[in-house]
């Protein structure tokens, strides 16, 4: 069990994170395919600041407009916390209680289940909770652009990347990463770069 970015979505998705060193938080659109939710679109609903950021209520009620409302089923943000690896350490007590007892804005009751997934310094995590009978499994969140960023993350922790500044590994221009096709919203070179096995 796992949640599927797809591509585009993806690329989107790190883009918010790349733009700005803040926390942000929208809805993910998803559909069930076999054990796993692939996630199709992303509604950006609110901004924040370093440790907090608040849906306004009147912004999820748009969202009920839409003829695919009712896959709205994942609470995307980021936060300061966690290690990018699957578990409780990367979900705040605020997180768990806003999952807990709004998920998704709603009650639990009539949410019946709903997914998570959280941008932590080091990559991207995800669970799901079924409300009803009150259990959380982490999942991973797969897409091979995250595993590309992740990777980006993991070797630059500390430098630039992850305190924010957002600077590629090198400094100099001629020597291109992943991390600047994500910037120049080039997602055919990171897919180039997949398919060859030398990112």
Not at 125 to 154: C, M, P, S, W, Y
Request: glycine share 10%.
């Amino acid at each position: 069990m796992k949640i599927i970015v797809e591509a585009q979505v993806a690329l989107d998705l790190e883009r918010y994170v790349a733009q700005n060193p803040l926390e942000f938080s929208g809805f993910g659109f998803c559909r069930r395919e076999g054990d796993d939710l692939v996630m199709y679109d992303f509604a950006y609903l609110a901004g924040g600041s370093y440790g907090w950021t608040q849906i306004e209520p009147e912004k999820i009620l748009a969202l009920t407009k839409r003829e695919d409302a009712g896959n709205a089923r994942i609470w995307v943000h980021r936060h300061p916390l966690g290690n990018g690896k699957p578990g409780p350490h990367n979900w705040s007590s605020t997180d768990e209680n806003t999952i807990q007892t709004a998920p998704l804005g709603g009650m639990p009751e009539l949410i019946g289940w709903s997914a998570s997934m959280v941008r932590t310094p080091k990559g991207w995590v995800g669970r799901i909770d079924n409300h009803l009978t009150k259990q959380t499994i982490h999942v991973e969140v797969v897409n091979e652009l995250f595993t590309i960023i992740n990777r980006i993350a993991a070797m630059a922790f500390g430098r630039g990347y992850a305190a924010g500044s957002y600077e590629t590994a090198s400094d100099d221009e001629d020597d291109w990463s992943p991390f600047d096709a994500v910037l120049e919203d080039d997602i055919e070179e990171v897919e180039d770069c997949i398919d060859e096995e030398d990112c």
